[in-house]
Nanobody, 125 residues
Framework: QVQLVESGGGSGQAGGSLRLSCAVSGYTLSSYYMGWFRQAPGKEREGVAS???????IYADAVKGRFTISVDNAKNTLYLQMNSLKPEDTAIYYC???????????????????WGQGTQVTVSS
């Protein structure tokens, strides 16, 4: 059974930093793609960043140069380092994983099979 559990959300000020973690279990970290998504009130879920087992990563334009996605295979953990936070980054953040034995980072939520429960990030000005 695949489980993804996010942590590290909370409140921060504009210009500050937060790091989200996603502990992954029951998932084969050999050939994969994983990602971070967010959903603000009244808005659709949007892809923020994605990474595959080869280390290729892509980012939404809104977070390029500010956010960094990474994976620690030894710890089975996905991270999202968020710097230079803006109030518009306020949302519930979700980690997600694609089907087993797949590759190629992608930002479409429809490409993902497994989801965490989400963690709130609130950025004040």
């Amino acid at each position: 059974q695949v489980q993804l559990v996010e942590s590290g959300g909370g409140s921060g000020q504009a210009g500050g930093s937060l790091r989200l973690s996603c502990a992954v279990s029951g998932y084969t970290l050999s050939s994969y793609y994983m990602g971070w998504f967010r959903q603000a009130p009244g808005k659709e879920r949007e892809g923020v960043a994605s990474i595959d087992s080869g280390g290729s990563a892509i980012y939404a334009d809104a977070v390029k140069g500010r956010f960094t996605i990474s994976v620690d295979n030894a710890k089975n953990t996905l991270y999202l380092q968020m710097n230079s936070l803006k109030p518009e980054d306020t949302a519930i953040y979700y980690c997600a994983a694609g089907p087993f034995f797949s590759s190629g980072p992608r930002l479409g939520w429809w490409d993902y099979n497994y989801w965490g429960q989400g963690t709130q990030v609130t950025v004040s000005s």
